[in-house]
Each structure stands twice: as C-alpha cells, then as structure tokens.
C-alpha cells in the first residue's frame, strides 16, 4: 500500500491551504483515513481521522479550522487547512487504518510552514 501526499508549501497566518492524498490501494468504509503532523522535537500527533462524512474526528487545537474527506472510488484523502496560524506548521502525514486493526499505512509527509 503506498500513500502520496501532495500540496504543501508556504502560506501567510490566517492563510489557506489544502493537502490531497492518494491511495494505490482500494479504499473503502473498513478503513479509517486521515492526517497526522509532527513538529521537530514533538511526537506525531492526529490531526484528523475520518471513516463516513459522519463518523469524523479532529484534534481540538484544529476544530473549526480544518476539513478531512475522503473520496472511496478516487481513493484519496484531502485535508483542508483554513485560519492557519504558526503553530500549525509541521510535517503532515497522510494514513490509513484497517478499523478494527492497528496496522497503520503512511504516507511520506509533505512539509507545511506558516509565517509571514
């Protein structure tokens, strides 16, 4: 299984970004998806996970902020990063997760940095 992250970059505080991911494997409901980010010196933390359009759950610091879909017949994972504020900036980390396994699948990380 490989995942591909695309779409980070540079952009200003309060800024807007969005990150895409796409899977080589089939996706489906079976697995979760979603989004870590690792800052230098932190461990990796989950900024999103989605299963359904109703089954979603997010870190508190990003509530509000930031949009995870999936599209299942595209197989991709998109994260969209609205408000983005400096400690937002990190390493982000696309995966999968089969839902009742602990198996995870990365992608290679795509670098996101914010400031002005």
């Known amino acids: 299984v490989q995942l591909v992250e695309s779409g980070g970059g540079l952009v200003q505080p309060v800024g807007s970004l969005k990150l895409s991911c796409a899977v080589s494997a089939k996706l489906s409901t079976l697995y979760v998806a979603g989004w870590y980010h690792q800052s230098p010196g932190q461990v990796r933390e989950m900024v999103a996970a989605?299963?359904?359009?109703?089954?979603?759950n997010y870190v508190d610091s990003v509530n509000g902020r930031f949009a995870v879909y999936r599209n299942n017949a595209k197989k991709t994972v998109d994260l969209e990063m609205n408000n983005l504020q400096p400690e937002d900036a990190a390493v982000y980390y696309c995966?999968?997760?089969?839902?009742?396994?602990?198996?995870?699948?990365w992608g290679q990380g795509t670098q996101v940095t914010v400031n002005s």
């Open positions: 989605i299963r359904t359009a109703s089954d979603q």
């Open positions: 995966y999968i997760r089969p839902l009742w396994g602990e198996n995870f699948y």
